[in-house]
């Protein structure tokens, strides 16, 4: 769509947000974006990760995915980005990526991207909307265009019904509660075309 750049920055530890990530970038494709699926570095100790062994198989499995850096969000005009909640917050991992951006922010390189983002918990209340909130706080700062879905989809109520981004339940052996592929792939697909809108706008302003 109108040559549209999307990357798709994910944190995930047991396979869930990475799920999501694929879905959204399916769909971007399928709406005609170039798309790049990055994972955000992983901090966490060894030891940690070996102690939970749903983590050390995701690390494991998806060590190819290649790494997000912020040269991909100068790339990008769309930007979708999905993480777990950790205590109602974006993980640390995410926040290192996010902090890592001051050199871009600083030149302007970050104004006008389309963003949206997706989150999951244990539990139903556990913290999604509150972790896709902090992520929008940041991007406010970046000056870039938050396109959360809010209600404009019946594939939003199946999952869920929350308006900031499509999220999910996740149970104790890693399996989506919620019937959120399809809201993920309307957000995918969303992201985009508001992003085509921007892009096909800002070039006519500027002829
Ligand atoms: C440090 C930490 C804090 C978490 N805090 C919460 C929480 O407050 N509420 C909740 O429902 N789930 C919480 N979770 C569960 C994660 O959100 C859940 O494992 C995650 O959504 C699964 O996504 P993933 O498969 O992409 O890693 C927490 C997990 C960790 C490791």
Known sequence: MAGVNLAVIYYSATGTNYQMAKWAAESGRQAGAAVKVLR??????????????????????TKDVPVAKV??????????????????????????????????????????????????????????????????????????IIAAPGYSDPSLFEAGGNPYGASVTVDTENHMIEKVEDAVRYQGARTVTISSWIKQGHSRWNE
């Open 40 to 61: 955000v570095e992983e901090l966490a100790t060894e030891e940690a990760i070996d102690s939970n062994p749903a983590w050390k198989a995701h690390v494991e499995a």
């Open 71 to 144: 040269e991909d969000l100068v790339w990008a005009d769309a930007i979708i980005f999905s993480m777990p909640s950790r205590f109602g917050n974006v993980p640390s991992q995410m926040k290192q990526f996010l902090d890592m951006t001051g050199g871009i922010w600083s030149k302007g390189k970050l104004v006008n991207k389309v963003v949206s983002a997706m989150s999951s918990a244990d539990n139903p209340h556990g913290g999604q909307e509150s972790t896709i909130k902090a992520i929008y706080t940041t991007m406010m700062h970046w000056g870039a």
